[in-house]
């Protein structure tokens, strides 16, 4: 167990190799803010359901994951045949890969690495690993550089004093360094730029609640948590002069898919006259998605709802829930797309 000091939460290593090599380790997220606990995963059941039970989350962080994942797993491999090799790191990707359906990032990236392999055949298995474990590297290395693009990107469009609101997590747990949405606010910090974040506490899993607070108070920035249902008390009261949130796919036309709730705070934010900004990596962009309608929306277990976070059931045990991980905010509710290329604007197909 390690504590997080209290100004370099941005540079946190929140996914990394063991020095064996021989498995990862990971803040798991699960736990915050209780409890910062490193742990060490390996099998392909643990890294699977790392991703599916959000010990690892953020979309920039779990394809960063999953490429240290096949990574390990194929140091696994006892066969030097390089069909059967590639057999199982096509499997083992397909595997990881169903953990998570709605955030692209994570099969970009397990496509990433598959190519690479296939890009080797005649090799030998060393080169190839070699190859991989470099790859990984070079992934992690890019979403670094690719956060502090999109940060600087957005910190243009704050002022100081400003009030903004963020939702869900998508700050350096999410990422690797700075985030993406919370990436300006982070800047914005260590360039004297006072701001005043309210962090909608984002259902179901309260990440904005346990993750965003956690971040920002670990980096001595002044935040107020509020309930997802007082965003448009706070927004009326004048309290808000712009919205940054990540998100975990863009489809081409400029709709994207974010935590659950996202679209409900852009539809506010469209009404009151307030800006929504997206901060993303452009790999979040899927050029072969046309629209939002077209983005598998992830389901979780119920229980999420009815007793997660909860000493007791809050509700009838036998009743019916649904519970989306995501929803779709369309591209006219969206002010901006900031990625480490720059700021797009509508129409999107064309800007991104």
Known sequence: MQKLDNVSVQRVENIRLSDDETSIIIIDQTLLPNETKHISLNTAAELHE???????????????????????????????????????????????????????????????????VESLAGS??????????????????????????????????????????????????????????????????????????????????????????????????????????????????????????????????????NKIGTSGVAILAKHYGIPFYVCCPSSTIDHDCATGADIEIELRSPDEIKELYFEKPVAPADVKCYNPAFDITASNLITAIITEKGIHRAPYDFSL
């Not at 990707?93 to 169903?98: D, I, K, N, P, V």
């Not at 692209?104 to 496509?111: A, E, I, M, R």
């Not at 910190?155 to 999410?174: E, H, Q, V």
């Not at 920002?216 to 927004?235: E, Q």
Request: charged share 20%; hydrophobic share 40%.
């Open 124 to 257: 030998s298995k060393k080169t190839i690993l070699d190859a991989m474990r470099n790859e990984a590297d070079s992934i992690q290395r890019e979403d670094i550089a690719m956060c502090l693009s999109i940060s600087e990107h957005g910190l243009s469009l704050i002022r100081d004093g400003f009030g903004i609101m963020t939702y869900c997590n998508a700050g350096p747990l999410a990422t690797s360094r700075y985030g993406t949405g919370l990436g300006p606010i982070l800047l914005a910090r260590e360039r004297g730029i006072s701001l005043n974040v309210y962090c909608c506490e984002t259902r179901p899993l309260l990440q904005g609640a346990r993750l965003t607070t956690f971040e920002l108070n670990s980096a001595g920035i002044d935040c107020t948590l509020i309930c997802d249902n007082m965003a448009s008390s706070v927004m009326s009261d004048g309290k808000i002069d712009a919205v940054f949130v990540g998100c975990d796919r863009i489809a081409r036309n400029g709709d994207i898919a």
């Open 50 to 116: 790392a991703i599916a039970s959000l010990k690892i989350r953020g979309a920039p962080a779990i394809g960063i994951f999953a490429a240290y994942a096949l990574y390990i797993l194929a140091l696994q491999h006892k066969n030097d045949d390089y069909q059967s090799f590639l057999l199982e790191i096509k499997q083992k990707s397909a595997y990881l890969g169903a953990a998570r359906p709605t955030a692209v990032n994570l099969t970009k990236q397990l496509g990433r690495i598959e190519k690479l």
